[in-house]
């Protein structure tokens, strides 16, 4: 049977990525490659299922924004604006406290 070569670029991450994830299946990239083309004729499609992935817009950058002014507004209106980390975690250990107390 007559081989041929594929090339394709892609990124040195994902490939690293990938090619470690390949690995602790047992098997190499172009193992990987031969079986997702087996699959998808066996198929006659892709072999898994796609979904567009909606991408952010302005409106959503911009609704968030409001988002986090309108959390820091109530932040502060409620006197929890700049509360440290140990405080934090004691409010919420407290909050806790409190809806454990209530179910009883």
Do not use: C, W
């Not at 817009?57 to 409001?66: A, I, K, S, V, W």
């Not at 507004?73 to 209530?102: D, F, W």
């Amino acid at each position: 049977m007559a081989m041929s070569v594929l090339q394709i670029k892609l990124d040195e991450k994902l490939k690293n990525q990938v090619s470690a994830l390949f690995e602790r299946l047992g098997m190499d990239v172009p193992t990987a490659v031969r079986a997702f083309f087996r699959r998808a004729l066996v198929e006659n499609k892709l072999p898994f299922e796609m979904n567009e992935v909606p991408s952010a817009t302005n409106q959503d950058g911009e609704n968030l924004l409001n988002l986090l002014h309108e959390a820091q507004r109530l932040a502060y209106e409620n006197g929890v604006a700049n509360l440290s980390e140990e405080e934090i975690e004691a409010e919420i250990k407290a909050a806790r406290a409190e809806m454990r107390s209530k179910k009883k």
